[in-house]
């Protein structure tokens, strides 16, 4: 439920800003939870500006807003540079209930810097970017690495839209509390497909494919449908 709109912008090359709101209800055995994103990109002339806000609502046992996370990012790059300077911020926190007793964490903060290379076709029908980061996780790693790639496809006449991300990176996991390394690597997938209605409105949904994401030790497959309103 994020980046999507942000390849697609830099490929497009656009001056004005584009925002998005995106709700989607999760099929996941463990969630069956409504999640909204809201996504803002702006190109500039020395680059873009992308960021997104996921909240979760009614899980672990919370009323409410349960998980919230953003993650904003900064490309530098102008039309001599090939390939552009990535740069962004992850942090967040979330709740869950024992009880009648709400208790909260927090999502480690992370900074990540590194390469960014873009690829698109001369119509703009498809694209797809490659990323090569370093990544720094408060509180666990002050050197690790993540690698990413996001892609687009428009097809059916520009009515529908086959995107997505996929990151691996480096994280310890201890899932036992037992004061041992369970996990050593987290990927996170999220290909949407989405139907355009017309400009503004879209319906779909994404599947998530993880493997030691958010807690969770192993592989898991969750998917979504969705709405999504395009201001």
């Not at 463990?30 to 680059?47: A, N, Q, V």
């Not at 009323?63 to 102008?78: D, L, P």
């Not at 979330?94 to 990540?112: K, M, P, Q, R, V």
Request: proline share 2%; glycine share 10%; aromatic share 20%.
């Amino acid at each position: 439920m994020r980046k999507v709109i942000l390849l697609f912008f830099i490929m497009c090359s656009l001056t004005s800003t584009s925002q998005n709101l995106q709700l989607h209800y999760d099929l996941g055995s463990d969630r069956k939870y409504f999640t909204s994103t809201i996504e803002m990109f702006k190109p500039d002339k020395l680059g873009s500006t992308f960021f997104f806000i996921d909240m979760d609502y009614g899980s672990n046992g919370v009323k409410g807003v349960s998980m919230a996370y953003w993650e904003i990012a900064r490309v530098f790059k102008t039309e001599k540079m090939p390939i552009g300077i990535h740069a962004e911020f992850d942090g967040g926190f979330g709740a869950y209930n024992t009880g009648d007793i709400n208790h909260a964490y927090e999502i480690n903060n992370a900074g990540l810097l590194g390469i960014d290379y873009s690829l698109t076709a001369s119509d703009f029908s498809k694209g797809i970017s490659f990323k090569v980061l370093y990544k720094y996780i408060s509180g666990k790693h002050d050197a690790s690495y993540q690698f990413a790639t996001v892609w687009f496809y428009h097809f059916w006449k520009q009515r529908m839209t086959f995107s997505g991300f996929a990151d691996f990176w480096r994280e310890d996991f201890d899932f036992n509390f037992d004061g041992n390394v369970d996990a050593e690597y987290v990927f996170l997938a999220e290909p949407q497909l989405w139907y355009h209605i017309n400009d503004h409105f879209s319906f779909g949904g994404e599947v998530e494919f993880s493997n030691n994401f958010g807690g969770h030790y192993g592989h898991w497959v969750r998917p979504t449908v969705a709405l999504k309103w395009t201001f």
